[in-house]
Nanobody, 124 residues
């Protein structure tokens, strides 16, 4: 059974910083390995959107345009942990942030898992 445990959310003033962590435990089977780890967010009334993603092999990074230059995603493969460093936070960054992990087999089949979400509130 795969579990994702997120931490690091909270309240901060505009211009402040937060660092989110997501630790992944468990496994599916020997045929699957973690391929990609990502952060999504969902604000009230909005759809869930990709914030940042990173692959565990090629290190490919992608960011939403709204966070480029302010947020940095990183990973520790040995710890199966992904981080999101968020700087220069804005009120519009307020949302519930979700960790997502994609497991992929050599045949290309995949499974996605989600964390429970952590609230980030940016307000003065």
């Amino acid at each position: 059974q795969v579990q994702l445990v997120e931490s690091g959310g909270g309240s901060v003033q505009p211009g402040g910083s937060l660092r989110l962590s997501c630790a992944v435990s468990g496994s599916i089977s020997n045929n699957y390995a973690i391929y990609r780890m990502a952060w999504y967010r969902q604000a009230p009334g909005n759809q869930r959107e990709l914030v940042a993603g990173i692959t565990t092999t090629g290190g490919t990074l992608n960011y939403a345009d709204s966070v480029k230059g302010r947020f940095t995603i990183s990973r520790d493969n040995a710890k199966n942990t992904v981080y999101l460093q968020m700087n220069s936070l804005k009120p519009e960054d307020t949302a519930v942030y979700y960790c997502n992990v994609e497991y992929r087999s050599r045949l290309g089949t995949s499974y996605n898992y989600w964390g429970q979400g952590t609230q980030v509130t940016v307000s003065s």
